[in-house]
């Protein structure tokens, strides 16, 4: 499993952004699948995870309502769809692979990780 995350850049308060996340190794597809940030200066968290059958769907309290977790497994791709962009949701995102085929919300329950994405949203 190799993950790649685009879609990131710079966008207004208000506005939206959809992160993708392609697994070139063509494996994304057998495991349940997350996003991820971190702030600067600040840890890690977890921010929407799917599990394979795209049925069980759990998002962070702060991006509830704002944020969309999707996949489609025919392209080994996982979606964030991201609205209602806040200052705060400024971090690199990562894409993360689980080891199984559940949906997790615990960074050490995932065992394939992309680089990260900017995603920067100005005030």
């Known amino acids: 499993v190799e993950l790649v995350e685009s879609g990131g850049g710079l966008v207004q308060t208000g506005g939206s952004l959809r992160l993708s996340c392609v697994d070139s190794g063509g494996d994304l597809n057998k495991y349940g699948a997350g996003w991820f940030r971190q702030a600067p200066g600040k840890a890690r968290e977890f921010v929407a995870t799917i599990s394979r059958n795209t049925v069980a769907r759990w998002y962070a309290d702060s991006v509830k309502g704002r944020y969309i977790i999707f996949r489609d497994n025919t392209k080994n791709t996982v979606y964030l769809q991201m609205n209602s962009l806040r200052p705060e949701d400024t971090a690199v995102y990562y894409c993360?692979?689980?080891?199984?085929?559940?949906?997790?919300?615990?960074?050490?329950?995932?065992?394939?990780w992309g680089q990260g994405i900017q995603v920067t949203v100005s005030s």
């Open positions: 993360a692979a689980s080891d199984g085929v559940a949906a997790s919300t615990t960074p050490n329950t995932y065992r394939f």
